[in-house]
Structure formats: structure tokens, C-alpha cells
């Protein structure tokens, strides 16, 4: 794995990164040098605007400032409130990042997009600028800074831990409380009406996984109600023709169906330390040619529920 940081400097990009550092994908970010160092588990990202730490796959984002942790919808909805119009005062203007989360589209920078592109390359040749005493500092916070080692995982509710991870959030819609007794939450991936059926269906299948297995992983419920069909990412509303499941299940229930497909004897082995789903399960969630039986296994949760 690797960790990167960018830390702004002058227009000096390309002079400062040798013939078999990274190149941009479209054109040269004028203000940003590029530096990479592998530090275990997570890669991290500097400007002037903001510090930012990727977690592998590009999955989650940490503002290293103030120790908030986001997915990306989360990052880019949190920019905006803090006066980051499409995050265009991190770094140039604003395009779109599909979400390695949900697959919906999230409107970011051009530092943040660069800098995700970085963190998932294997390339390990770039020009280092980092200080011994930074790197040091660096490598201290990334050793500590394990949010979901052992109890840590537990929220005090599924609501604040949905909130905390920024997958889903009430401001765009796609997130809602239903009722805490009994549990009933409802997740809506934001989409775009021109994109594929199989998309669609895909992302709400997705979101029903997502909202089962955080619950049981994340907070301290025994049984919920997981509620999923897509809201229109531009206006927030349900989006005619979605479709839609709902799923009921208890705990119990919900290891002895994943075992099956991910072996685990307890729930919170779908995770890891940085919060992130194992690769082993994040293989059968994004399974949409049902070659490791997503389909089967998203069949039997929602049987179970009947």
C-alpha cells in the first residue's frame, strides 16, 4: 500500500517529478508537487486549503485537521457547507469523481481527484519532499489513528455512524432515521435518470448491504429494517421508476447468511481497523456479474425477510 502527499508549491510540477513519476491524467495541476511514501494501511495528501488521508480504494477521506472522517459524498457535501463551492478552493475547478462507495457521482476538486487516482496506483517511483521529521509524524499518526479497532467500532447509534462515514446524509436526501424503535432506516444512493438499469438496480442492492451489515457492525442493534431506492442526485427526490427493497433482519440472521459467501465468525470481521469492508466482502457487495453469488446472497436477505 501506498501513502501519498501532495503539499502545494510553485508551478514547478512537472520539473519536479522525474520521467517515471505519476503524470496527470488530462493536464498539468500547475500548483501541486507530488510526493509518495508507503506508510501501512493509509496514504495521506496535504495543500494549504485542507489536509486530506485516503483509505485504501479511495474509500473514505480524513481531514487531518480536524480528525473527521468522510466518504467521499461526505467530503464533497462538507466542503460545500464550509463555503467550498464544488471544492474549487482546494484546488482549479470542479468536475466529477465517481464514488467508490456507492458508484453515484460526487462533485470534487481537481486536487482531490489527482490525489485519489495517486492512492490507488501501485506506482512507487515519485519525487519525495517530505522532511525526516514529517515523515516521522506522519508514520506516528497513521500507526494511532485506528477509528474502528475493537470497541471503537461501536457508535452510540447507526445514525451517527452513518453520519461519521459520509456515505449517506440527510442534506442530499439519501439518508433517513425512520424510526428508532423498532430500527427502519432508509439509504438512497443519489443517481442521474440517464444512467443504465443495471446501475440502478446495482446501487440500491448495494445500499441495502450496506445499511444490514454497518448496523450490525457499527452500533449496538440486534435486528432493523433497511428501506433503499434512489433519489435524483440533482434535485434529491425519489427518482420515478426506482427500484426497491426493503429487508428485515436480526443479527443472527445476517452472519449466518454471509458466511456462506465471506466465512466469519463474527460480523465485525467484515471490517478492518481504518472502518473499511475487508476485501473479501467488498469482492461479494461489488460482485455485479455474480460470479462470487451477490445475487444469491442478496436473494436470501431479502427472503429472510418475508
Excluded at 64 to 82: E, F, I, M, Q, R
Excluded at 108 to 131: M, P, R, V, Y
Excluded at 240 to 254: I, R
Amino acid at each position: 500500500m501506498r501513502k501519498f502527499l501532495l503539499l502545494v508549491s510553485s508551478v514547478l510540477f512537472l520539473a519536479a517529478c522525474d520521467s517515471d513519476s505519476p503524470k496527470p491524467a488530462n493536464k498539468p495541476y500547475n500548483s501541486v508537487e507530488i510526493s509518495q511514501e508507503s506508510y501501512g494501511d493509509k496514504w495521506a495528501f496535504n495543500t494549504n486549503k485542507v489536509e486530506l488521508q485516503c483509505y485504501k480504494g479511495g474509500a473514505f477521506v480524513e481531514d487531518l485537521k480536524t480528525n473527521t472522517v468522510y466518504g467521499l459524498t461526505g467530503l464533497a457535501n462538507t466542503l460545500k457547507t464550509n463555503g467550498k463551492k464544488d471544492a474549487q478552493d482546494i484546488n482549479g475547478s470542479s468536475f466529477w469523481k465517481d464514488n467508490p462507495v456507492t458508484g453515484t457521482k460526487v462533485s470534487l476538486g481537481q486536487f482531490t481527484d489527482e490525489a485519489l487516482k495517486l492512492c490507488e496506483s501501485d506506482d512507487s517511483s515519485s519525487a519525495i519532499t517530505q522532511s525526516s521529521q514529517d515523515k516521522q509524524e506522519s508514520l506516528n499518526q497513521n500507526e494511532e489513528y485506528l477509528p474502528c479497532a475493537g470497541d471503537k467500532r461501536i457508535f452510540p447509534s447507526i445514525a451517527e455512524a452513518i453520519e461519521d462515514f459520509g456515505d449517506y446524509y440527510p442534506e442530499n436526501n439519501s439518508f433517513q432515521l425512520i424510526s428508532e424503535k423498532p430500527l427502519k432506516i432508509r439509504l438512497s444512493p443519489p443517481t442521474y435518470k440517464e444512467d443504465a438499469p443495471d446501475v440502478k438496480e446495482n446501487l440500491v442492492k448495494r445500499a441495502i448491504v450496506y445499511g444490514i451489515y454497518r448496523t450490525f457492525i457499527n452500533s449496538n442493534n440486534d435486528n432493523v429494517t433497511v428501506v433503499s431506492y434512489l433519489v435524483d442526485s440533482n434535485d434529491g427526490k425519489k427518482m420515478t421508476g426506482s427500484p426497491e427493497y426493503t429487508a428485515t433482519l436480526t443479527k443472527a440472521q445476517a452472519l449466518k447468511i454471509v458466511n456462506k459467501y465471506v466465512p466469519v465468525n463474527n460480523l465485525s470481521e467484515l471490517i478492518n481497523d481504518q472502518c473499511s469492508f475487508t476485501e473479501k466482502f467488498n469482492e461479494l457487495r461489488y460482485d455485479d456479474s455474480g460470479k462470487k453469488g451477490f445475487n444469491k446472497f442478496f436473494v436470501e436477505l431479502i427472503n429472510q425477510s418475508k
